[in-house]
């Protein structure tokens, strides 16, 4: 039985003091999910990860945006693993599309950052997503599979058990343009399969997320298909009350 997971992913956005003021407001929440066999996180700045670690709920998952695979040295402006585990913080997103559009985050970069994390008994919470034109040019399986295939290779069943998959098509991120309920299973499902070929029945247990302008409104929609297993939300998990309802709608 997967658990659900509700994941914030709050990009360039809030202060300090405002990422401390949401962590104090959450702490309720972060209760009832754990009551509701939910998992609910967020994926703040790297300013903001250790205030928001130290006043949010011990149950709330605090996530890095991203994360470099070396240990220490000569690149300025990254933050490695070590910094973030020594802040008790042990997820980090690999791979979101504004990563791999400005930042030049390739699969190949995407599997040394997630290898790194897996040795550091950290989770990787990997995304993968076409853009609108692969989309319009029906390449979707084709860029998704050859996503999942790279960002994971050398890798053994037991290694990649813990991670996460988000599915997020470019085209749905931040636009208010939904991918249907239809693809996101579907996808999410053909995701499941590529990781059945890999890593055999560990598949079954590895959660996959949709995310893309996920809302209040349609979270329940997206979290009934069978192989949606939560949801990776950017614009609505930055206001308390939005990400409350999101997590009252999926209850
Ligand atoms: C995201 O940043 O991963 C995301 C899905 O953003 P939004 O929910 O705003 O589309």
Same mark, same amino acid.
């Given at each position: ?13 809030? &202060?300090?003091?405002? =990422? ?20 609910? *996180? ?13 006043? =949010? ?5 605090? *996530? $890095? +945006? ?7 040295? $000569? ?8 910094? &973030? ?33 897996? +040795? ?34 050398? &890798? ?28 996101? +299973? ?24 949709? *995310? ?8 329940? =929609?997206? &979290? ?5 297993? *939560? ?21």
């Amino acid at each position: 039985m997967r658990r659900k997971l509700l994941v914030g992913n709050w990009k360039m956005n809030k &202060l300090v003091s405002e =990422a401390k003021e949401f962590a104090l407001a959450s702490r309720d929440l972060a209760k009832k999910a754990k009551e509701n066999n939910i998992d609910l *996180g967020v994926c703040p700045t790297y300013l903001s990860l250790q205030t928001v670690k130290e006043n =949010a709920s011990k149950d709330m998952i605090v *996530g $890095a +945006q991203n994360v470099h695979f070396k240990e220490s040295g $000569a690149f300025t402006g990254e933050i490695s693993i070590p910094m &973030l585990k020594e802040l008790g913080i042990d997820w980090s997103l690999v791979g979101h599309s504004e990563r791999r559009t400005y930042d030049n985050e390739t699969d190949e970069k995407c599997n040394l950052k997630i290898k790194a994390l897996l +040795q550091n008994q950290m989770v990787p919470l990997y995304c993968v997503g076409e853009t609108l034109n692969e989309f319009e040019a029906g390449q979707t399986k084709e860029v998704v599979g050859r996503q999942v295939r790279v960002g994971l290779k050398e &890798l053994a069943a037991e290694d990649v058990k813990d991670i996460v998959i988000a599915y997020e098509p470019v085209w749905s991120i931040g636009t208010g343009k939904n991918a249907s309920t239809e693809i996101a +299973q579907d996808i999410c499902k053909f995701i499941r399969d590529v990781l059945r070929e890999m890593f055999g029945d560990v598949a079954d247990g590895i959660r996959v997320l949709y *995310g893309g302008s996920v809302k209040p409104e349609n979270v329940k =929609a997206y &979290l009934s298909c069978p192989d949606v297993d *939560g949801a990776l939300v950017g614009g609505a998990s930055l206001k308390i009350d939005s990400y409350e309802a999101l997590l009252n709608n999926i209850l």
